[in-house]
């Protein structure tokens, strides 16, 4: 499903694996930003709601940017003032690679199932109408501290050979080709995940910041108990399933745009 006729600027540091890990951001965000803004009831991948911190033309909603008029690709984010000032450091977190940036916003997931993340992979919409920029990426700080929940990375949403899983404490940093790769988060917390989505530009801007912030692809998996992967794989598959009879088309061949 990914555009492979355009010809856009993309990073050698996800050609391997779609994806890589940076080192962990110290710097330390007080949860009275999250809190402070103003959220928008958007799913995507589970019980969602979002803030946006920047979006098509400055205003407090989520949609894709060719949803308005002027349409235009997800680049060029207009930064919402209210949003800025109720969370300074998130922001400045989002602008420190310099890069070109399109949806800027902060998630909200509440708890889930292994089986939940595998039924809500997807892959993003991220370069439609982007005919001359570099590459849309995405990339993941996450906010709370959530070391037992995993960010769940496929290069095939049914072949679980193909998966990475990697855990989310806080300040944890992934950069992901996610119109490439099939992902969700596995959060078994008791409390709401927050995490802030950057969707950048890949150029040398943002390739100069990976490379400061010691990337890797080599991450440690931890082990499934293979009778509980297997239940959760199925289990999952037969809800996918399910909702294909259900729309008549498999949901999954549409990239999201959330």
């Not at 355009?6 to 110290?26: A, F, I």
């Not at 402070?36 to 019980?47: F, R």
């Not at 008549?248 to 999201?256: I, K």
Request: hydrophobic share 35%; proline share 6%.
């Amino acid at each position: 499903m990914a555009r492979q006729g355009m010809s856009h600027y993309r990073m050698s540091v996800l050609e391997e694996r779609g994806y890589v890990v940076l080192s962990r951001d110290n710097v330390v965000i007080e949860p009275t930003e999250w809190h402070a803004l103003e959220y928008v009831d958007w799913k995507s991948s589970g019980d969602t709601r979002f803030a946006p911190l920047a979006s098509a033309y400055g205003d407090i909603e989520c949609n894709a940017f060719w949803h308005f008029d002027p349409p235009k690709p997800d680049l060029d984010g207009v930064w919402i003032a209210s949003q800025v000032d109720a969370a300074p450091t998130i922001t400045d977190r989002a602008q420190e690679p310099g890069a070109r940036v399109g949806r800027v916003r902060i998630i909200e997931l509440q708890p889930n199932s292994y089986a939940d993340a595998l039924y809500n992979s997807h892959l993003d919409d991220n370069n439609r109408l982007n005919d001359d920029g570099g590459w849309v990426v995405r990339s993941f700080r996450n906010l709370t501290d959530d070391g037992e929940s995993y960010m769940v990375l496929r290069e095939g949403v049914a072949d679980p050979s193909t998966e990475t899983r990697i855990a989310l404490p806080a300040g944890a940093r992934i950069i992901v080709d996610s119109e490439r790769m099939w992902h969700s988060v596995w959060h078994t917390g008791d409390e709401p995940r927050y995490c802030l989505i950057t969707s950048y530009e890949s150029g040398p801007e943002l390739e100069k910041w990976i490379f400061e912030n010691d990337p890797v692809t080599d991450v440690d998996v931890p082990e499934l108990d293979p009778g509980f992967a297997a239940e959760q794989e199925a289990e999952a598959q037969a809800r996918r399933d399910a909702r294909t009879a259900r729309y008549g088309y498999d949901p999954t061949t549409v990239m999201s745009e959330a």
